[in-house]
């Protein structure tokens, strides 16, 4: 034990100079952890997720608002999405990404988030080698002396900083004496500490240096300049945006005379790093490095507010003592990360806001305090004003991947010249004449087109058309081809007059009155007087049961001498009793010897005649009926 407390004892009086240059094989891009062994903490110890092991910025389920993992995946891939096209997303879809940043930036992607939207990614790459050349110099002595001193003050309780020559104060130190060396008319202030400190938890020492260039010059301009006149400025400012947002705590302060210096410096000089629990530091730092200086004003308006906004606080405060005591120890719920998120989206203060009263503020000043002694750059107010001011190159926002896999070289064979555009165009061209020229395949239709009908030719008989009710009358038609013998043998002079004016003219000329059997005895007519059972054509379906071969020897059907001697046309027809409908020959039955009986025309058009009289019948009727 002897031992290490010697070793930390050595340690601790050698300077961080010595140190650093000690461990010269250490990597320069590392940032993360610290050497505990080497100062003596070989114990385990016990952090938080966000890296401290004690204090008041530790982690707590009370300041916390934990988010879902799957939640968090999801907008890993969002925030993925638009770091890959951000030149695109930052012109057209600001208002998204003001929104996701306000949700809270993920951890994973937060310290690359920050380097895209303070616009020190492309200060980097617009500035290669220049981080390598400042750190390898040696640097004033004045301000080196300075930095060293405050090392150990900044955030003491995190597993970065708790030792003394660690990764976290080696970077710090480099990254402090790398602005003295680029800014030296502004040095060094104690405030930048803890500000490069909070940077370099979440990203590399050279990354961390940009994006502190780029809140000093662009955020914040003028801040950390000798005298300090940009900070007591924004004090009169936050003063006169205060009465407007609550008069209650404005009549407060004027009343005991307590100057906005004297409480808003640690908090708007350390953008808040030091004030709030670090859940709640993490999610300012997110609307803060994309919508400007704003954030940070609307915070202190909410912890003024809620401090002082209610006249029973304001009696526990009876003097200026007191009220910087109450200020000083804020009340943990107002703190809380998600209260402050939604109250600092609430408070009404625009940017426009902020330079109106700058203005205002900038002539009470040269007209009592004469002209400022340190004139810093205009102040911008967001990521989006950063990067229109300066527009970036394509090349300047692609991401450089941390982890190169090696890629084997293509052969020879895989290799080919590089064509040029007019060579592009022209194949593109041929491609698209080649397509054009290309006429599509005519596609086979598998319905055939009928024929028309030949008017020399008489028509056939099974052509015409019956209604979806009686599907039975056309299907053996089709099937079973109209026999010829008979009509060769005994050829009828009457057919052509049978035939074709039943399709193509009307009736004869006898009026349809003249038939009543057809149409009217047909529904007045009752049923025979013979039992079902004895009919089973009736009842049965009509394509399951054949029909016999032998006719009903109690109702003959009349079709039968009209196979020798056609009926005239003048000559009524006989009326049809309703068993005698010529019903469709079934298929043959293989037991008996099939029997072809011959088809006449007078039989086609009585068939015609009995569907026009049962057309105007219901479908319970022509059950009934048939």
Not at 244 to 261: F, T
Not at 465 to 486: K, V
Request: proline share 13%; glycine share 4%; net charge neutral.
């Amino acid at each position: 034990m002897a031992r290490i407390e010697n070793g930390r004892q050595s340690i601790d009086t050698r300077s961080i100079r010595t140190i650093s240059s000690s461990h010269t094989h250490i990597d320069d891009e590392s940032s993360f952890g610290s050497d505990s062994e080497l100062n003596g903490f070989v114990s385990e110890r016990h952090t938080d997720k966000y890296g401290f092991i004690g204090g008041a910025q530790k982690y707590s389920e009370e300041s916390a608002q934990d988010v879902p993992p799957e939640v968090l995946r999801q907008r890993e891939v969002k925030w993925l999405d638009m770091l890959g096209h951000w030149d695109k997303w930052m012109v057209k879809r600001h208002d998204k990404v003001r929104l996701r940043c306000q949700k809270g930036i993920p951890p994973a992607l937060r310290g690359r988030a920050w380097l895209y939207l303070s616009g020190g990614k492309v200060k980097r790459e617009q500035n290669q080698g220049k981080f390598q050349e400042l750190d390898s110099e040696a640097g004033d002595p004045k301000w080196l002396d300075v930095i060293e001193k405050d090392l150990h003050r900044q955030f003491p309780f995190h597993e970065m900083f708790v030792s003394r020559g660690g990764h976290g104060q080696q970077d710090l130190f480099r990254v402090l004496k790398a602005y003295t060396l680029y800014r030296p008319e502004e040095g060094y202030c104690q405030a930048q500490a803890p500000i490069a400190a909070v940077l370099l938890m979440n990203m590399p020492a050279e990354d961390a240096f940009w994006v502190l260039v780029q809140i000093c010059e662009k955020y914040l301009p003028g801040y950390y300049s000798p005298g300090l006149e940009a900070i007591q400025l924004d004090g009169e400012i936050l003063y006169a945006l205060l009465r407007r947002v609550c008069p209650l705590a404005y009549r407060h302060l004027e009343k005991h005379k307590m100057d906005p210096i004297l409480y808003m410096t640690e908090w708007f000089m350390c953008a808040f790093s030091r004030t709030l629990p670090w859940a709640s530091v993490l999610r300012v730092w997110d609307m803060f490095l994309c919508d400007g200086v704003k954030i940070i004003f609307r915070v202190g308006l909410v912890l003024l507010k809620c401090m002082l906004g209610s006249r029973e606080k304001l009696k526990a405060c009876q003097g200026q003592y007191e009220t910087m005591e109450l200020l000083r120890a804020l009340e943990p719920r107002y703190m809380q990360e998600g209260f402050l998120a939604r109250e600092i989206v609430e408070v009404p203060v625009s940017a426009r806001d902020i330079e109106r009263e700058h203005h205002s503020q900038l002539k009470r000043w040269k007209k009592n305090r004469g002209e400022l002694n340190f004139k810093s750059p205009p102040r911008m107010h967001g990521a989006r004003v950063i990067m229109l001011a300066e527009p970036p190159r394509r090349q300047d926002l692609q991401q450089n991947p941390t982890i190169v896999v090696p890629v084997p070289p293509p052969t020879p064979q895989m290799k080919k010249a590089p064509k040029s555009r007019e060579e592009r165009s022209s194949i593109k061209k041929k491609k698209s004449g080649r397509k054009s020229s290309q006429t599509p395949e005519p596609i086979p239709n598998p319905y055939p087109i009928m024929e028309e009908p030949n008017p020399q030719a008489p028509p056939l008989l099974f052509t015409e058309t019956h209604p979806p009710s009686q599907p039975l009358l056309t299907e053996p038609l089709h099937s079973q081809p109209l026999p010829t013998e008979p009509l060769l043998s005994q050829p009828l002079p009457s057919q052509p007059l049978l035939t074709k004016p039943l399709l193509t003219q009307p009736l004869p000329s006898q009026p349809l009155p003249s038939q009543p059997l057809l149409t009217e005895p047909l529904l007045t007519q009752p049923l025979p007087t013979q039992p079902l059972p004895t009919q089973p054509l009736l009842t049965e379906p009509l394509t399951t049961q054949p029909l016999p071969s032998q006719p009903l020897p109690t109702q003959p059907l009349p079709t039968l001498p009209l196979q020798s001697q056609p009926l005239p046309l003048a000559q009524p027809e006989p009326p049809l009793p309703p068993t005698a409908e010529p019903l469709p020959t079934p298929g043959p039955d293989p037991a008996q010897p099939q029997q072809t009986p011959p088809i006449e025309p007078p039989l086609a058009a009585k068939e015609s005649l009995l569907q026009r009289s049962t057309h105007s019948l219901s479908s319970t009727e022509q059950d009934t009926y048939l």
